[in-house]
């Protein structure tokens, strides 16, 4: 056994530069490959973290929105809603009307915008949420709930 192995340290041997070449090529072939898996896992982990994000603001007015319809009466409730002040920044078109929220502590500076819409012969109120990126340009998330006095 200890010849063997001393004829194998003892060997002048070595590798071909044509095998070394084919060894980096073929190791940098399958190191590119994983490269590119983590950069598209990395983008994919950024944009569900945005939406979570959005999502998260999405709901958090809903449920300023249902702890105000929970304590109004239908005939009070446009004039006492929660963002008035800025219903004159959007236009109001038939009986639904837009709201632009500006968040606080929104982590990507999001718009969030607020449709309410007067459904009066059922006594109801449809609300939608839209939170859209920091130029309002792509909806991010999308939340809609009735409520009903």
């Known amino acids: 056994m200890k010849r063997k192995n001393r004829k194998l340290f003892n060997s002048q041997e070595g590798f071909a530069l044509i095998e070394v070449v084919a060894s980096l090529v073929i190791i940098t072939i399958v190191l ?17 973290e945005q939406i979570i994000d959005a999502t998260y603001l999405a709901q958090k007015e809903m449920e300023k929105m249902y702890n105000y319809f929970k304590s109004t009466k239908i005939e009070t409730w446009e004039s006492n809603f929660p963002y008035a002040a800025e219903k004159d920044e959007v236009n109001s078109t038939g009986n639904t009307t837009k709201y632009k929220v500006t968040p606080f502590n929104a982590k990507n500076k999001e718009v969030i915008i607020v449709n309410a819409e007067d459904m009066s012969p059922d006594k109801t109120v449809r609300i939608t949420i839209e ?8 909806l991010k998330a999308k939340v809609q709930n009735i409520f009903s006095f």
């Open 32 to 48: 590119l490959s994983f490269f590119g898996l983590l950069i598209q896992s990395n983008k994919t982990g950024k944009s569900s």
């Open 131 to 138: 939170v859209y990126d920091s130029r309002g340009e792509v």
